[in-house]
């Protein structure tokens, strides 16, 4: 995943020395909706919705290359049947989110411009909380260890900017597997995004 992120970046930098030059940088905010999948039919997770915060870069033209850094908050709850029990654990994610994003303008208007773009995404987890810390030792999230400290997605979306607002909405979908512990649990976050930036310059 680090060679195509690798090779992303040395596309986009290319791509963009050939457009047109042009360069612009912005906080963002933006609403989350968290869904984690898993592949265990005992375990079921809910959707939950959170924030991020940060800023973006964004250099080009008609194709443009856009990197981000976002703080954010990812929420999830996680229910288990054992028997005709259900227990339920709550696991909460902060971390720092770097999506590299490629996007082309299919309209390129001086006040207005449509834009659909893609691109991976690294996330480090900055803290890891999960309640009940322990439920039992048959919950296969036994605690935060079993949560790796970093993963990678992909982000793909569509976006709009009005004069110096632009607002984005994406989908991400989850490569690696969050759970790292010893159970044969597969937990992938999917996250549906809606933020809202200012251009700067």
Known sequence: MKTI?????????????????????GPKVGYNSYSLTDNMDSVKSSIQNSFQIGA????????YFQPEANYQV???????????SILSQDVTLKSIKIPALI????????VF???I????????????KINPAALSELWPIYSVDDLKNSTW????????DVLFLTLDVRYEMGIDNTYSGNS?????NNMFNVSLGIKLF
């Open 113 to 115: 411009n449509l834009r």
């Open 74 to 84: 990812e929420k999830s709850t996680v229910d288990k049947s054992i028997g005709l």
């Open 184 to 188: 044969d649990l597969n937990m992938k």
């Open 56 to 63: 973006f870069i964004r250099v080009g033209s008609k194709v």
């Open 153 to 160: 997605s992909v982000q793909m979306g569509a976006g709009m």
């Open 5 to 25: 992120f690798l090779i992303i970046l040395i596309i986009a930098s290319g791509l963009t020395v050939k457009s047109q030059s042009v360069f612009s940088l």
């Open 103 to 110: 996007g082309v303008k299919l309209i390129n208007g001086s």
């Open 117 to 128: 773009f893609a691109g991976p995404a690294f996330n480090y987890i900055l803290e890891k």
